[in-house]
């Protein structure tokens, strides 16, 4: 199997703005939203709770999700140099052993963040640096099979942020009904994370790496996606409207129903539109997890 080496000098330095590059900052959006969401759901007031909500964001964006791209990056810079040799490890801006060196100081610094921020937190963050780790580094590598893969991901950006901001914000476990929606969206992302393989397929499938894409082709992986998508959000319409949310659900069915439009546009041509879609579709997504929020935020309020 074809391997690019990285050469050069390990004492180099990798500079500031290449260090940001490789933290990602715009993937820090869906775990500090999912953390937002999960804040609202908990019922709490924000007015007296801002050291919370700050330190949060902080953890589950700049903190745990930076470190997850930090992992990948190194145990993908392979991969990377065929699919983007352009990126900070294999194009030596992030020299030498740098790449993981930043991994293991930003995971570090994410556990202390956790706990300081309480039990709760302390213990999602564990959870989700472990994931990120299993993810992308051997043994487990979870990355290498999609079905495991986006599972893993999709607990962490979505399930685990969700969890945290309810947990943080209430001081104990959140109430059924946050953790129900945590866990659909939870799902959900996996179809999501199933489109971001599609810029990838040709490098994936060089290295051995079985995204779903790779394994599945194109149009199967984007009907797979659309399917476990769809699926979560019907569920949660369901919910909302046995718990007596009924004007929610009808918010969610219009969302969806968008999407459905967006849909069969993406499944007309999967590997062009793909990225197209996760910007307009999966916004869409997304919006319908702060409307679930605000639903259950009553009976968070009133347990808590």
Request: aromatic share 12%; glycine share 10%; net charge positive.
């Amino acid at each position: 199997m074809l391997q690019t080496p990285i050469t050069v000098p390990s004492r180099q330095l990798p500079r500031p703005a290449a260090v940001l590059e490789l933290f990602k900052p715009v993937t820090w959006f869906a775990a500090m939203w999912a953390f937002m969401c999960g804040a609202v759901s908990s019922g709490q007031p924000f007015f007296g709770n801002l050291h919370f909500i700050l330190g949060g964001m902080l953890l589950a964006g700049p903190m745990v999700c930076a470190s997850s791209q930090a992992v990948n990056d190194w145990y993908d810079r392979h991969v990377d140099a065929i699919n983007e040799p352009d990126r900070p490890i294999p194009s030596g801006r992030i020299p030498g052993r740098w790449g993981l060196y930043l991994a293991i100081i930003w995971s570090s610094l994410s556990l202390l963040l956790g706990l300081a921020l309480g039990i709760w937190a302390f213990a999602a963050t564990c959870v989700a640096v472990f994931l990120a780790w299993a993810y992308s580094a051997p043994p487990l590598r979870l990355k290498l099979n999609g079905w495991w893969g986006n599972a893993a991901v999709g607990i962490s950006y979505e399930g685990i942020s969700w969890f945290t901001g309810a947990a943080v914000l209430l001081g104990t476990l959140p109430h059924p009904y946050v953790l129900f929606l945590a866990l659909a969206y939870s799902v959900g992302a996996h179809g999501i994370m199933t489109l971001n393989d599609f810029k990838s397929i040709e490098g994936d499938r060089r290295m051995g790496v079985r995204s779903l894409p790779a394994q599945l082709g194109p149009d199967r992986a984007a009907v797979l996606a659309c399917v476990v998508m769809g699926a979560a959000q019907i569920a949660v319409i369901f919910m909302l409207a046995g718990i007596g949310r009924p004007w929610h659900a009808v918010m969610i069915i219009g969302l969806l129903c968008a999407q459905i439009l967006l849909m069969i546009d993406l499944l007309s041509d999967p590997r062009g539109k793909a990225i197209w879609y996760s910007a307009t579709g999966v916004t869409l997504f997304v919006l319908g997890m702060l409307v679930s929020a605000f639903a259950v935020a009553p009976w968070s309020a009133a347990a808590g």
